[in-house]
């Protein structure tokens, strides 16, 4: 069976996609937060390959036909931005500096933590792009000597986090502007917090995916400026 499920060009697509399946259903029969699709999915695909004895390599080889319709999706939330680009250009300013200022909260955030717990360079650099994109993310990582797979982990329990608790933020602080709510999702979350975005309406949608580019190429100046501080 082991021999056979590792020769399928399919099964690493069955899994995440049964995975994300059952994560859906579990938060749409239950409605608590933690259930989160994305979460439950990771935690299914790691309890199979555990069970089968199956590889992360051999698992990455069987997803590139799921892994090759990210790009189209990613050019998809486009749609949603070119829809609101009347209501992005009356709030251009508000726009601008709320990315920037997600952009230099996240970077101080993981400055002062470091200087905080003691962590040392490399490790400092790991985790600063930790709010972008995992395409950008890994780049940026590489480039500061930092360790890449630790910083892909960084990212994807960023974004997951972002994910699960942006309802709770959102309610605590009282931030009901659509603007606002997919701004800070965008930023602070990348693409999973845009998933969340796009549950909750077209704006949030729209300026989250916004974010997201914008976010990254500021990470990109503002982590090779910070690297230095430690």
């Known amino acids: 069976m082991k021999e056979f499920l590792c020769s399928s060009v399919y099964f690493g697509v069955a899994v995440s996609l049964i995975g994300y399946a059952g994560g859906v259903w579990l938060k749409k029969k239950f409605g608590f937060a933690f259930l989160n699709p994305l979460l439950i999915s990771i935690i299914f695909v790691i309890a199979v390959l555990s069970i089968l ?9 069987s997803t590139k036909f799921l892994s090759y319709m990210l790009t189209p999706a990613t050019v998809c939330l486009a749609v949603p931005l070119y829809q609101q680009i009347s209501l992005l250009r009356k709030n251009l300013l508000a726009v601008a500096l709320g990315i920037l200022s997600g952009v230099l909260t996240s970077l101080a955030g993981v400055l002062v933590l470091a200087a905080v717990f003691g962590l040392d360079h490399q490790w400092y650099v790991t985790l600063l792009p930790k709010s972008i994109t995992t395409a950008i993310g890994m780049g940026v990582s590489e480039e500061l000597g930092g360790i890449v797979t630790i910083t892909v982990a960084a990212i994807v329990v ?24 997919g701004l800070a999702l965008g930023t602070a979350a990348h693409a999973i917090g845009t998933a969340k975005a796009l ?23 503002g982590a090779s400026i910070f690297a230095n501080l430690i």
Do not use: C, H, W
Not at 53 to 61: A, F, L, M, S
Not at 208 to 216: E, Q
């Open 53 to 61: 004895g199956i590889d992360y390599d051999t698992y990455e080889k």
């Open 199 to 221: 549950e909750m309406g077209e704006i949030q949608a729209a300026m989250s995916s916004l974010s997201i580019a914008v976010a990254g190429l500021l990470t990109v100046v």
């Open 158 to 181: 960023t974004g997951v986090l972002g994910n699960i608790i942006g309802d709770l933020v959102f309610r605590i602080f009282r931030i009901k502007e659509p603007v606002a709510q």
